[in-house]
């Protein structure tokens, strides 16, 4: 069973995933770095590419997006139709985002819309009902013949792999809130001026509450109340687990900015004095054995063993948290047996499957080097929180560091204080006001900020009652800028 707990009343959204009382992930969501992926839009064809079969449509980014003719519900019912006999330029076209925009190129998208949800995935053009193969025929016969008897025109579903744990009248009534959340969306798309993004798919909390399977998830703590309540009526399976808790981050373990440390740190202890070091470069990421002072009077082949089979496990745990995507190389202690190294293998590949995400191991290289891949669903947790320049002096990037300012400043709201004078880096005060301050609308309490450049990154300097402030902000010899 798991625990989930998601901080939402912030610009970045955090989601913490505990097992066992022990965090195994952690998912940041923030408006400069969150995915597009299913997020549905009314756009605009602009051109038409018959030599590509293809279409360019506005749906309000930088980049037109390219939907192909087999992502179209009639080029994918009829193969033989060109792309200008089924749209036309100028049309004002329903689309979904099946591939975040990247480099040059702009978003992959689709017209065969699918809206998800725990137990299913709702299709207003499927025109069939499916169920993932991973069900057994005696499990998923009943949910497809039922939502067969209550399919309508060309609508459709897919099962997914959960639904067996819910009630058949649960399953029913999911079906109904997805189709009448598609019929929200249609109703909106003839309102709305285009381009107009009309459903976002949410990491943080939608995404991550269909990650798993509702009988796996003991209790959904939110920190805000609205949003809590919200959950409840989109997720009904869920809603006796969903609890508000306004001081969810009370109930980690740590304290948000201590996990970033955590998430960020090379050097890490494995059970018995062993550590692993973990280096990531552009193309990959490495983690080095360090077999320390892993003795306790085994022998030397002992040791090794039960060293590297202890590195597997933390390893396999750092992978997930971190949420390290893209080619591995784990540098384990050398073994010099087959024997040995299928062993730490057999051990790394259980722990992995614990992870929702797919890896896949390759095995040794001759030099000893264990070779495997993650699939990449969003960046690296360490990418994310250190940046491009990330270094000994700046610890996180100046992006990471105002968010960060931006949970110490809503602490200091729930403290009653009045006024905070806060001393920052230039680019931390720039950050904070282009992506954060306009989101910080209940903040009731004064702050000032002063920019200095030799500092790396910000520092309350008084926290008051506004007459002693006052007296501080005369004293004081630097520009200060009232932010709220």
Known sequence: MRSLYIHSRTTEQVGVVMEQNDIREVFLDRPTANSLVGNIYVGRVRNIEKGLQAAFVDVGLDRLGFLQLRELPKGR???????????????????????????????????????????????????????????????????????????????????????????????????????????????????????????????????????????????????????????????????KRIKWKKETEALLPYTIPQLYEYLVRKKVQVSGGANLHIDQAEALTVIDVNSSSFTKHLSKNQTMIRTNMNAAIEAAKQIRLRNLSGMIIIDFIRMSTEGDREKVRYTLEQELAKDPVRTEVYGFTKLGLLEMTRKRETPDLPYLLLGSQANAIHPFSHETTAYILEREIVSYQMKQVEVLIIELHPNVYERFLHNIRDNMKDVTLDVYMIQNEYIDSFQVKHAGSQSVIEQQVKETSYPIDKVF
């Open 77 to 239: 019912q009829n193969p033989t139709y060109s792309i200008e006999n089924v749209i036309t330029e100028g049309e004002k076209i329903l689309v979904q985002i099946i591939k975040d925009p990247f480099g040059e190129k702009g978003a992959m998208l689709t017209a065969n819309i699918t809206i998800p949800g725990v137990n299913l995935v709702f299709l207003p053009f499927g025109a069939y009902i499916a169920a993932s193969k991973k069900l057994p025929e005696t499990s998923r016969t009943p949910i497809v013949n039922q939502l067969k008897a209550i399919k309508q025109g060309e609508e459709g579903a897919i099962v997914r792999t959960s639904a067996p744990e819910s009630a058949l009248t649960e399953i029913e009534s999911e079906y109904g809130l997805l189709k009448q959340r598609w019929q929200q969306i249609v109703s909106s798309a003839k309102q709305v001026t285009t381009p107009t993004r009309l459903f976002e798919d949410h990491l943080i909390p939608d995404k991550l509450l269909r990650r798993f399977s509702p009988s796996s998830i003991e209790v959904v703590y939110v920190d805000d109340s609205s949003l809590a309540n919200d959950l409840r009526k989109r997720h009904p399976v869920l809603s």
